[in-house]
Protein backbone atom coordinates (compact mmCIF):
# COMPACT_ATOMS: atom_id res chain seq x y z
CA UNK A 1 0.00 0.00 0.00
CA UNK A 2 1.37 3.33 -1.16
CA UNK A 3 2.15 5.79 1.63
CA UNK A 4 0.04 8.39 0.83
CA UNK A 5 -3.17 8.66 -1.72
CA UNK A 6 -2.44 9.08 -4.99
CA UNK A 7 -2.63 12.99 -6.25
CA UNK A 8 -4.08 14.27 -9.80
CA UNK A 9 -4.25 17.32 -11.32
CA UNK A 10 -7.89 17.98 -13.01
CA UNK A 11 -7.01 20.31 -16.06
CA UNK A 12 -9.46 21.37 -18.53
CA UNK A 13 -11.23 24.25 -20.33
CA UNK A 14 -13.09 26.57 -17.96
CA UNK A 15 -16.10 26.16 -20.35
CA UNK A 16 -15.99 22.38 -18.28
CA UNK A 17 -16.59 23.72 -14.64
CA UNK A 18 -19.26 21.51 -14.39
CA UNK A 19 -17.75 18.13 -15.79
CA UNK A 20 -14.65 19.10 -13.72
CA UNK A 21 -16.50 19.04 -10.09
CA UNK A 22 -18.14 16.04 -11.02
CA UNK A 23 -14.99 14.31 -11.70
CA UNK A 24 -13.47 16.22 -8.81
CA UNK A 25 -16.33 14.81 -6.62
CA UNK A 26 -15.71 11.07 -7.86
CA UNK A 27 -12.07 10.90 -7.70
CA UNK A 28 -12.29 12.65 -4.08
CA UNK A 29 -14.56 9.91 -2.48
CA UNK A 30 -12.67 7.02 -4.10
CA UNK A 31 -9.70 8.01 -1.86
CA UNK A 32 -7.79 10.43 -4.10
CA UNK A 33 -6.01 13.42 -3.67
CA UNK A 34 -7.41 15.89 -6.32
CA UNK A 35 -6.39 19.68 -7.18
CA UNK A 36 -7.98 21.65 -10.10
CA UNK A 37 -8.34 24.86 -11.32
CA UNK A 38 -9.20 27.68 -9.15
CA UNK A 39 -12.39 29.50 -9.88
CA UNK A 40 -13.76 32.78 -9.57
CA UNK A 41 -17.14 34.11 -9.01
CA UNK A 42 -16.71 37.06 -11.33
CA UNK A 43 -14.24 38.68 -14.31
CA UNK A 44 -10.84 38.16 -13.05
CA UNK A 45 -7.83 40.68 -14.11
CA UNK A 46 -4.64 40.20 -16.14
CA UNK A 47 -3.04 39.94 -13.44
CA UNK A 48 -5.04 37.45 -11.37
CA UNK A 49 -5.20 35.16 -14.60
CA UNK A 50 -1.38 35.20 -14.55
CA UNK A 51 -0.86 34.21 -10.99
CA UNK A 52 -3.93 31.62 -10.88
CA UNK A 53 -1.91 30.20 -14.67
CA UNK A 54 1.48 29.92 -12.70
CA UNK A 55 -0.44 28.38 -9.31
CA UNK A 56 -2.18 26.15 -11.16
CA UNK A 57 1.09 24.72 -12.85
CA UNK A 58 2.63 23.89 -9.38
CA UNK A 59 -0.37 22.66 -9.01
CA UNK A 60 0.10 20.14 -11.85
CA UNK A 61 4.06 19.64 -10.45
CA UNK A 62 2.73 18.49 -7.55
CA UNK A 63 0.38 15.98 -9.28
CA UNK A 64 1.28 12.33 -9.95
CA UNK A 65 -1.48 12.05 -13.05
CA UNK A 66 -2.56 14.83 -14.86
CA UNK A 67 -6.52 13.77 -15.85
CA UNK A 68 -7.64 16.19 -18.53
CA UNK A 69 -11.39 17.00 -18.45
CA UNK A 70 -12.44 17.41 -22.34
CA UNK A 71 -16.40 17.52 -23.68
CA UNK A 72 -16.47 16.82 -27.22
CA UNK A 73 -13.44 19.13 -28.29
CA UNK A 74 -10.19 17.77 -29.97
CA UNK A 75 -7.48 18.05 -27.71
CA UNK A 76 -4.05 19.97 -29.24
CA UNK A 77 -0.83 20.75 -28.73
CA UNK A 78 -0.12 23.89 -25.63
CA UNK A 79 -1.11 26.94 -26.82
CA UNK A 80 1.90 29.54 -27.29
CA UNK A 81 0.21 31.91 -24.81
CA UNK A 82 0.57 28.90 -21.86
CA UNK A 83 3.45 26.17 -23.58
CA UNK A 84 3.51 24.75 -20.16
CA UNK A 85 0.16 23.31 -19.81
CA UNK A 86 1.44 19.85 -19.08
CA UNK A 87 5.04 19.09 -18.60
CA UNK A 88 7.10 17.64 -20.89
CA UNK A 89 7.06 13.98 -19.21
CA UNK A 90 3.26 14.19 -19.02
CA UNK A 91 2.63 14.95 -22.47
CA UNK A 92 2.73 11.89 -23.67
CA UNK A 93 0.38 10.00 -21.75
CA UNK A 94 -2.04 12.47 -19.61
CA UNK A 95 -5.34 10.47 -18.49
CA UNK A 96 -8.27 12.06 -20.52
CA UNK A 97 -11.96 12.07 -20.32
CA UNK A 98 -13.98 12.56 -22.26
CA UNK A 99 -17.48 13.50 -21.24
CA UNK A 100 -20.27 13.27 -24.76
CA UNK A 101 -22.39 16.13 -24.69
CA UNK A 102 -25.94 15.34 -23.82
Known sequence: MPDRPEIVCICGSTRFVDEMRAV???????????????????????????????????????????????????????SPRSPRAVPPDLRSAPTVLCHPQG
Not at 25 to 47: M, N, Q, S, W, Y
Not at 49 to 76: F, G
Open 24 to 78: NRDLTFAGVIVVAPGEADDLITDKQKTALDALHLRKIDLADRVLVVNVNVRLSSP
